[in-house]
């Protein structure tokens, strides 16, 4: 005699169906499917990645303007109160937009009139910095191993390094 045992059929039943529907996507539908959306997440990250780089590209981005003089004199004008006369074979170069911070490289003479403008001129020869107080300067600077040399024409300037905090120099000084 065989125990009778009691089980839902429609229970059961529905179970089955329910595997059945699992089992209806071919493991070839499920390739398309993850690979499809492994497509979707590497495109997702390498467009993030373009941006990331575009982001940083275009917000450190500065274009630098150079003013050099070949074999002659060159005169130019900075801003309104700041000009510049380059010796033969020098040149002066700085940020678009931030004209008060020059760097040299060569001979210069810088005229500077005072104005309400609080942005000082400030020129970098090498590792040396020259701040104007309302002045006519001459700044030589050929080679970075080269002394830099600082002549006062009119009023003074602040002369001094990273590592030091310079000096004064006054009219008719270097």
């Known amino acids: ?11 059961a039943l529905e179970q089955f169906k329910a595997y059945i529907r699992k089992e209806e996507t071919s493991p070839v539908e499920k390739y398309k499917l993850n690979s499809y959306r492994l497509f979707i997440g590497v495109a997702a990250s390498v467009a993030l990645l373009i941006g990331v780089f575009l982001f940083g ?3 450190g981005y500065e274009k630098y303007v ?8 060159v005169q130019y004008t900075l801003a309104k109160n700041v000009d510049v006369t380059l010796a033969p074979d020098s040149q002066i170069s700085y940020k678009q937009g931030k004209k008060n911070e020059v760097e040299l490289k060569g001979k210069a003479t810088f005229s500077v009139e005072k104005s309400e403008n609080k942005n000082d001129l400030l020129v970098q020869a090498g590792d040396t910095y020259i701040k104007h107080i309302g002045t006519v300067f001459t700044v030589t600077a050929y080679y970075p191993e080269d002394p830099v040399i600082v002549e006062v024409l009119e009023g003074e300037v602040l002369f001094y390094t990273q590592e030091n905090s310079g000096i004064r120099i006054e ?3 270097k």
């Open 1 to 11: 005699v065989q125990p009778q045992m009691d089980f839902e059929e429609e229970n």
């Open 57 to 59: 590209y275009f917000r």
């Open 66 to 73: 150079q003013l050099a003089s070949q074999g002659n004199e």
């Open 171 to 173: 009219q008719n000084d």
